[in-house]
């Protein structure tokens, strides 16, 4: 499909955010989303969302490429980046302004390597390096995290910054600026890229205390966990977060934290909305609001990401589209990835998507659909009534209905009733893996079964790379 107008395109991506920590979810969370849900009314929800890859660095690529991480080979942060695996002539924004004459822009956290590739983009403004010199120009300077907790620290804290000087306002005022810079004879693709409400969960005052009259729900505890075939990896993940000593009343205000945190983006956001309606953007825009993975959240007694169960790679996907541009459907419940974005968006700007996308265009899905993803751990199948998760330590698996389950409380792997339904989607997720020649895979082409012991003492000793220094004059995240 094609559109004989180009729309300006909008792609708005927060960094871990659970699917169900929208407003519109309806879910037990209560998050105050206004301004996202509206984008849901006015527009497209696809409710089975996944993140192939639930990891920063592997979803950046997938979301810029229409790739996902089986094809593109960057399973993890920090190995290789976007530039690596796939050319620059392949990613969306390249393409965009070399081939649909666009303007386009990034404003966030690229989480690229190298830190300042462009990969096709004209002008970033590069969080945190470039947010870090502009905290030192106005008399914060090695204020951010200036509470002392890195970034993957779980424990609630308040940010060091008032409320105008965080990330977040700096992510959306450099936004709202670019939107009076754009040639008005042309297209645009803004990228805008925020790093909360990933850890830590630092939020500004006032936004700290929003939720402290609010009922908070409690973690849900899979009847897996704690038994002698519980994933290794799962335990592993536990006990470098340190979720097993979490108490229910500092889950409580890391949770108020994290809603805070998502709240407060979609508040902010509010300006730069009303921007684009003010000089007339909105009704040519399409606008994409999505994440790159979820947050555990203390469910399972496990934080962070880089698992397929629902509290991580399950995420929002909200589209919408141009005034010119008929949606085809309100809720979209086909299972879907982040890597659908980018033919979807070729498809919007009058592009042709290379033939061997992962990604489909969510304007032409078809009637069914199954969805697989890879890490350096474990690998999922879904089909959009039952989830499969192999695991390489071990040989683990884990058998989902998240339509019946959708915080994975009962894994059904050793109930025969599903028997047949653990068959299909294994082999399915063995062709899939073997198509792409995954180093999950040994060397009959069956599941990879690493037989290891896990030290606890050891495990216990080591850091989740949350120590942060005092970062300043731009500094990044090699700081």
């Not at 884990?398 to 409380?409: A, T, V």
Request: charged share 25%; net charge negative; proline share 7%.
């Amino acid at each position: 499909m094609t559109t004989p107008n180009k729309p300006n395109i909008v792609f708005i991506v927060l960094d871990q955010l659970r699917w169900d920590c929208l407003g519109i979810s309806d879910s037990v969370h209560p998050v105050m989303t206004p301004h996202f849900d509206q984008l849901a009314y006015e527009g497209m929800q696809c409710t089975q969302t996944y993140a192939d890859c639930p990891l920063c660095m592997p979803q950046r690529a997938t979301m810029l490429t229409g790739y996902t991480g089986s094809s593109h080979k960057m399973p993890f942060n920090f190995m290789e980046g976007p530039r690596t695996p796939v050319p620059d002539e392949y990613s969306l924004p390249h393409r965009l302004v070399r081939e649909a004459d666009y303007q386009a822009r990034a404003v966030g956290k690229m989480h690229f390597f190298p830190e300042r590739a462009r990969l096709g983009f004209e002008h970033i403004a590069l969080h945190p390096d470039d947010y870090v010199a502009w905290l030192d120009d106005h008399g914060y300077g090695g204020l951010y995290r200036g509470h002392g907790l890195g970034g993957n620290d779980v424990y609630p804290a308040v940010s060091a910054v008032p409320e105008r000087f965080t990330h977040s306002a700096w992510i959306v005022e450099q936004s709202v600026a670019a939107l009076s810079q754009m040639d008005p004879e042309n297209p645009f693709f803004l990228w805008m890229v925020f790093e909360a409400p990933h850890s830590p969960f630092d939020p500004p005052e006032p936004y700290d205390r929003f939720y402290d009259d609010f009922d908070i729900p409690e973690a849900v505890i899979g009847n897996w966990v704690n038994i002698e075939d519980e994933p290794l990896a799962l335990i592993e993940a536990r006990l470098l977060k340190k979720g097993h000593r979490i108490t229910p009343q500092v889950l409580k205000k890391i949770r108020q934290h994290y809603y805070a945190q998502i709240t407060y983006i979609d508040y902010l956001l509010g300006r730069f909305l009303g921007q684009l309606k003010r000089l007339n953007m909105y009704d040519d825009t399409v606008i994409v609001l999505t994440s790159d993975h979820g947050e555990h959240l203390g469910d399972h007694h496990l934080f962070a990401k880089y698992t397929f169960l629902e509290s991580s790679a399950h995420v929002p996907l909200i589209v919408k589209l141009p005034k010119s541009v008929d949606r085809l459907q309100t809720h979209i419940t086909l299972p879907t990835l982040t890597a659908d974005i980018v033919p979807t968006l070729y498809d919007l700007a009058g592009l042709t998507p290379h033939d061997d996308l992962d990604g489909i265009s969510l304007l032409n899905l078809p009637q069914e659909r199954t969805i697989f993803g890879e890490t350096t751990q474990s690998a999922f199948a879904y089909d959009g009534e039952y989830k499969y998760i192999a695991y390489i330590d071990n040989g683990a698996e884990q058998l989902f209905c998240p339509e019946q389950d959708s915080d994975d409380r009962k894994n059904l792997i050793s109930d025969p009733t599903y028997d047949h339904v653990k068959v299909k989607l294994r082999e399915a997720l063995l062709d899939h893996l073997r198509s792409h020649g995954s180093p999950l895979l040994d060397d009959q082409s069956e599941f990879r079964v690493n037989k290891r012991e896990l030290d606890i003492d050891a495990t216990l000793a080591r850091n989740g790379a949350a120590w942060r220094g005092p970062m300043r004059h731009g500094d990044g995240y090699t700081s």
